[in-house]
């Protein structure tokens, strides 16, 4: 499976951005799906998840409640809808796959697919 992200940029702080991370390959929905992020100095995060038929998501609590996840396996793409934008949410963002939902929500160790990053930044 190859990813590719793309949709980041720079936005003010309160802002909206929308990833979008395309799938070509195997079987997109046979993979669950997960966008995690790394800022300058810090170790890649997990940010969320979502099951092969989108049916269970979840998240890291910061950014419950502004990010939402979805995924169109017509279309072969997973998203990241990202509202009410903080600087510290400023990271390369990265979309990855994995066999299995336990393992996207483990945190980065294991996925077996990962895609270029997209910058996001956060401006104050």
């Known amino acids: 499976v190859q990813l590719q992200a793309s949709g980041g940029g720079l936005v003010q702080a309160g802002g909206s951005l929308g990833l979008s991370c395309a799938a070509s390959?195997?079987?997109?929905?046979?993979?669950?799906m997960g966008w995690f992020r790394q800022a300058p100095g810090k170790e890649r995060e997990f940010v969320a998840a979502?099951?092969?038929?989108?049916?269970?998501?979840s998240y890291q609590d910061s950014v419950k409640g502004r990010f939402t996840i979805s995924r169109d396996n017509a279309k072969n793409t997973v998203y990241l809808q990202m509202n009410s934008l903080r600087p510290e949410d400023t990271a390369v963002y990265y979309c990855?796959?994995?066999?299995?939902?336990?393992?996207?929500?483990?945190?980065?160790?294991?996925?077996?697919?990962w895609g270029k990053g997209t910058q996001v930044t956060v401006s104050s």
């Open positions: 979502i099951s092969r038929y989108g049916v269970t998501t």
């Open positions: 990855a796959a994995a066999n299995r939902y336990q393992v996207v929500i483990g945190g980065a160790n294991g996925m077996d697919y």
């Open positions: 390959g195997r079987s997109f929905s046979s993979y669950a």
